[in-house]
Nanobody, 121 residues
Framework: VQLQASGGGLVQAGGSLRLSCAAS????????VGWFRQAPGKEREFVAA????????LYADSVKGRFTISRDNAKNTVYMQMNSLKPEDTAVYYC???????????????WGQGTQVTVSS
């Protein structure tokens, strides 16, 4: 499985962005997907995750109520709508996928290349 994250950019505080994670491979629809982010000088951290059928969704406390993860298995794509963005959301955002549900852990099998999100104050 190859993952391609996109949709990042520069936005003012309070603005919105929608990230996409497009995947190759017919079995992607059976994979759990997670979003992680890494800010400069910090460790990579969990943001959100969704099971293959979207019945279970997890969010980091820092993004609850502002970010929404969703998926369209027919399009082999997972999205993350990010609203009310804050400067502290600035980071490189990565999507990851795996056959097993690992939730907030970073034990995913496949990782995308990352997309930069920059929120100005």
């Amino acid at each position: 499985v190859q993952l391609q994250a996109s949709g990042g950019g520069l936005v003012q505080a309070g603005g919105s962005l929608r990230l996409s994670c497009a995947a190759s491979g017919r079995t992607f629809s059976r994979y759990a997907v997670g979003w992680f982010r890494q800010a400069p000088g910090k460790e990579r951290e969990f943001v959100a995750a969704v099971t293959w059928n979207a019945r279970t969704i997890l969010y980091a406390d820092s993004v609850k109520g502002r970010f929404t993860i969703s998926r369209d298995n027919a399009k082999n794509t997972v999205y993350m709508q990010m609203n009310s963005l804050k400067p502290e959301d600035t980071a490189v955002y990565y999507c990851a996928a795996g056959e097993s549900w690992v939730g907030f852990r970073q034990d995913y099998n496949y990782w995308g290349q990352g997309t930069q999100v920059t929120v100005s104050s």
